[in-house]
Nanobody
């Protein structure tokens, strides 16, 4: 059974940093791609960042580039999202997602419906 459990959310002032974690069980990073999405109140879920199978190729949304970094640790079976220079507009529930196979342009890595497994989410609130 595949399980994803996010943690690390909280409240922070604009300009601050947070590190989100997604502990994973029931899958291997050798065969699964991982991603972070977020959903602000009243808005649709949107892509933030992804890392391909083997913890290799990374993709970022335009809003994430230069500020957010996705990484993974095979030993800890966890994926992380380091969030720096946070802005008020980063306020949202952040979700970890996984799907089997290689996620790239051909498989539309930025679409939420392409991911079969999801965590419960962790709230990030950035005050201006």
């Amino acid at each position: 059974q595949i399980q994803l459990v996010e943690s690390g959310g909280g409240s922070v002032q604009a300009g601050g940093s947070l590190r989100l974690s997604c502990e994973v069980s029931g899958l291997s990073f050798d065969w699964y791609s991982m991603a972070w999405f977020r959903q602000a109140e009243g808005k649709e879920r949107e892509f933030v960042a992804s890392i391909g199978w083997g913890l290799t190729t990374t993709y970022y949304s335009d809003s994430a580039k230069g500020r957010l970094i996705i990484s993974g640790d095979n030993a800890k079976t966890a994926v992380f999202l380091q969030m720096n220079m946070l802005k008020h507009e980063d306020t949202a529930v952040y979700y970890c997602a996984a799907d089997q196979g290689k996620m790239d342009y051909r498989t539309y890595y930025w679409l939420a419906e392409k991911y079969a497994y999801w965590g419960q989410g962790t709230q990030v609130t950035v005050s201006s």
